[in-house]
């Protein structure tokens, strides 16, 4: 998924526990939540949110279960943590991606190569949480089902801006629909995470960027 990691969200409240002393008796281990989301985001991402077992999770974070449970009440919790800091965090990395972009057009270009590049190699194979969560949970659970779906409307919203700034500039043909353009680019943009997974090269997802920009013509 555009996480639009492309307006901004933050990442979600939880409390960094750092520091290198030992646990006393009785004391839970500490570690850095950050961390250890972003662990749990590459299992899930990978295996998905059913594929993904409690002890794959453990040996991922390096926590174990109790530890775990403590944390974040049960797997579907350190899920929705997971997610929300996946979204902050590439929403963060797209907008530094777009940093300098100076028309609609490029700002389109400059999305299209960020998810182009997450679509090859390891981070390709590893997947989109945002896909993820769509396949395996978004049909049963209302509160993934509204994450995901608010992660997709901000990403469709985020494209029909700059393809009307890229209109008033410009840059993208007048007589396009901005919100269904930017529609047909978010399934551009969705599907490279998909075929990503199945383990492209950056010669095979590379040019896909300016071949959708013909959408734009």
């Known amino acids: 998924m555009i996480i639009s990691y492309h307006a901004a969200m933050t990442a979600p409240s939880h409390p960094r526990l750092t520091g290198p002393r030992r646990p006393g008796p009785g004391r839970p281990r500490e570690f850095d939540t950050d961390l250890a989301l972003d662990r749990a985001i590459a299992v899930f991402s990978e295996r998905g949110y059913q594929g993904a077992a409690i002890s794959d999770l453990t040996q991922a974070l390096g926590l174990t279960a109790g530890s775990l449970y403590k944390a974040f009440t049960d797997k579907r919790g350190l899920f929705l943590a997971a997610f929300d800091r996946y979204v902050a965090v590439r929403t963060e990395r797209l907008r530094a991606a777009l940093e300098g972009a100076p028309t609609g057009r490029a700002k389109i270009k400059a999305v299209l190569d960020f998810y182009a590049d997450s679509s090859h190699g390891a981070d390709g194979r590893r997947g989109c949480l945002v896909v993820a969560g769509a396949v395996d949970l978004a049909t049963a659970d209302p509160e993934v089902a509204a994450?995901?779906?608010?992660?997709?409307?901000?990403?469709?919203?985020?494209?029909?801006?700059?393809?009307?700034?890229?209109?008033?500039?410009?840059?993208?043909?007048?007589?396009?629909?901005?919100?269904?353009?930017?529609?047909?680019?978010?399934?551009?943009?969705?599907?490279?995470?998909?075929?990503?997974?199945?383990?492209?090269?950056?010669?095979?997802?590379?040019?896909?960027?300016?071949?959708?920009?013909?959408?734009?013509d």
């Open 147 to 216: 994450r995901v779906t608010g992660a997709l409307h901000l990403n469709e919203d985020r494209l029909a801006g700059f393809v009307a700034e890229g209109q008033a500039d410009g840059t993208v043909a007048p007589h396009l629909d901005p919100m269904a353009t930017a529609r047909l680019l978010l399934c551009v943009l969705q599907g490279m995470r998909v075929v990503g997974k199945t383990g492209r090269d950056r010669v095979e997802m590379a040019p896909l960027a300016d071949n959708a920009l013909k959408l734009l």
